[in-house]
């Protein structure tokens, strides 16, 4: 059985809205001033994560998926099910909304759904999002889309660091400017764009999807509220934020030393805030703001000791 966490490399996406908060928090290594995404965790075809230590160094997740099942306890699923990303949103992201599995699997080539999460890492001060919309039937989504009536449609939030949203497929929504986000989602790529504020991209207008989008989007929206779930324990507090059929998302802060037991299949981990040291039987490995790791199947016990804010997910 795989004793060591698998560290992984990320992959990066530009993005017309990106920045170089990703460089300038991270300290990633990356040139271009509009990296809008870090794909941190990712099997999917459009941005496979590399392992960079161990047994397996240099093989992508995809591939450990395909050939190495035991480490993820066999699970059946015929692709790796979770993605875990950072988003730089310099500007703000086209208004949009994300099939489920049953009309992604239909429309989309057998593409998952996507259902997503988000913790805000930092913003600005007035940042905002775009969460949900006041349509109350199909036939005023249709009309308001129409006639691009927004300020009455979209329904905007004030955000500060710390928050968390659960973003279910079909649920409209958009990152403003300013917000640097921890995404949590089903492994997919698929995004209807619904509103995208005229912008030109390569000489055009980028391309909306609005029948799909019509399709997919919930009518009318309900406001979901989370309720997280503190546990305190000596020098570490664990804040459950969502559990669900897709996902079980998490943040760790240590501040000092903790004690854990990994007993899921497997269990994903994005350090966002601070540095320390992980432990496993005697063997030692640093980690710091920006390390992305997956802990395989019947790991068993560990520790982290430093002072550190870790994202932790897991089906």
Not at 188 to 205: H, I
Not at 305 to 313: K, Q, R
Request: proline fraction near 4%; glycine fraction near 8%.
């Amino acid at each position: 059985m795989n004793q060591e966490p698998i560290f992984l490399s990320p992959v990066f996406q530009e993005r017309i809205w990106g920045g170089s908060a990703l460089r300038e928090v991270f300290h990633y290594d990356i040139q271009s001033p509009k990296t809008g995404e870090c794909w941190s965790i990712s099997a999917h075809p459009n941005g496979p994560s590399v392992v960079a230590n161990g047994l397996y160094k240099g093989k992508t997740l995809q591939q450990l998926w395909e050939e190495e099942r035991h480490l993820f306890g066999n699970h059946d699923s015929e692709k790796f099910p979770l993605l875990t990303k950072i988003l730089d949103a310099n500007d703000d992201l086209s208004v949009q909304v994300h099939p489920n599995d049953e009309y992604a699997n239909e429309h989309e080539n057998g593409e998952y759904g996507k259902t997503e999460c988000w913790y805000i890492i930092d913003c600005d001060q007035d940042a905002e999002l775009i969460f949900g919309h006041n349509a109350r039937s199909k036939e005023q989504l249709h009309e308001m889309i129409e006639s691009g009536n927004w300020d009455a449609f979209l329904r905007r939030v004030r955000i500060q660091p710390g928050d968390f949203f659960y973003v279910p497929s079909g649920t409209v929504h958009a990152l403003g400017k300013g917000t640097l986000v921890l995404e949590t989602q089903q492994s997919s790529d698929t995004t209807y764009r619904v509103y995208d504020y005229d912008r030109m991209e390569n000489g055009s207008k980028r391309e909306l999807h609005l029948e799909k989008a019509m399709d997919v989007i919930t009518v009318p929206f309900d406001d979901i509220k989370l309720t997280p779930v503190k546990k305190v324990q000596e020098e570490t507090v664990l804040t459950y934020f969502v559990e669900n059929e897709f996902f079980t998302v998490a943040k760790w802060e240590v501040n000092g030393r903790g004690v854990f037991t990994q007993n899921q299949k497997f269990m994903l981990f994005s350090v966002i805030q601070g540095e320390g040291i992980f432990e496993k039987e005697g063997a030692h490995y640093s980690i710091q703001k920006g390390s992305h790791f997956i802990l395989p199947y019947k790991f068993g016990e560990f520790s982290l000791e430093g002072n550190m804010e870790v994202i932790v997910s897991h089906l």
